[in-house]
T-cell receptor, first 114, second 113 residues
Framework: DAGVTQSPTHLIKTRGQHVTLRCSPISGHKSVSWYQQVLGQGPQFIFQYYEKEERGRGNFPDRFSARQFPNYSSELNVNALLLGDSALYLC?????????????FGDGTRLSIL | GENVEQHPSTLSVQEGDSAVIKCTYSDSASNYFPWYKQELGKRPQLIIDIRSNVGEKKDQRIAVTLNKTAKHFSLHITETQPEDSAVYFCAASKPGSARQLTFGSGTQLTVLP
């Protein structure tokens, strides 16, 4: 079975642009979470979606938004990009939204802002 | 919110020795504690997890211990091998509708041959 897949793998943007990152969860998983990982740090929680509803939001500005589709795939959108948005964006899926379900990560999208 | 502190930030051991990484958490409501291994340029990989109703869990050369009273948990790797070299992250989450993991800052483990 395929794991969590993310696209694109790399992306270069300039300040002020917007970006859309995509994630497909493990087959059968209904929950998708997004994390930002800055070089040398642990991942930071951005959003969690379960059954197409937002279940949690981290401490990120409104420039960050996301959604989940009927097939449980998800998109992360970032508007008005800043240099500080340069990071590895990770998607993780789990079987359910709550409870102690393990989260499995994709390879991430490396976003560079020039 | 939850805060997770992880020590040490770097750890070098000789092949065959044991390695221990420690984490403390701030929110007593946290009840799920996974550990991830991240090799350079790769995804974080779940290697072991523990729930608050258990004090210790083992999987071959890897073990995790949890002290709920002191709010700390540790990763133990025995008989280390060069392929164990990576960055290890601890994390914590608490009950609720959102499965939000709060991560530690990571430990760079280097196993010297």
């Amino acid at each position: 079975d395929a794991g969590v897949t993310q696209s694109p793998t790399h992306l270069i943007k300039t300040r002020g642009q917007h970006v859309t990152l995509r994630c497909s969860p493990i087959s059968g998983h209904k929950s998708v979470s997004w994390y930002q990982q800055v070089l040398g740090q642990g991942p930071q929680f951005i959003f969690q979606y379960y059954e197409k509803e937002e279940r949690g939001r981290g401490n990120f500005p409104d420039r960050f938004s996301a959604r989940q589709f009927p097939n449980y795939s998800s998109e992360l959108n970032v508007n008005a990009l800043l240099l500080g948005d340069s990071a590895l964006y990770l998607c993780a899926s789990s079987a359910q939204g709550g409870g102690n379900q393990p989260q499995h990560f994709g390879d991430g999208t490396r976003l560079s802002i020039l | 919110g939850e805060n997770v502190e992880q020590h040490p930030s770097t750890l070098s051991v000789q092949e065959g020795d044991s390695a221990v990484i420690k984490c403390t958490y701030s929110d007593s409501a946290s009840n799920y504690f996974p550990w991830y291994k991240q090799e350079l340029g790769k995804r974080p990989q779940l290697i072991i997890d523990i729930r608050s109703n258990v004090g210790e869990k083992k999987d071959q050369r890897i073990a995790v211990t949890l002290n709920k009273t002191a709010k700390h948990f540790s990763l133990h790797i025995t008989e280390t091998q060069p392929e164990d070299s990576a960055v290890y992250f601890c994390a914590a989450s608490k009950p609720g509708s959102a499965r939000q993991l709060t991560f530690g800052s990571g430990t760079q483990l280097t196993v010297l041959p």
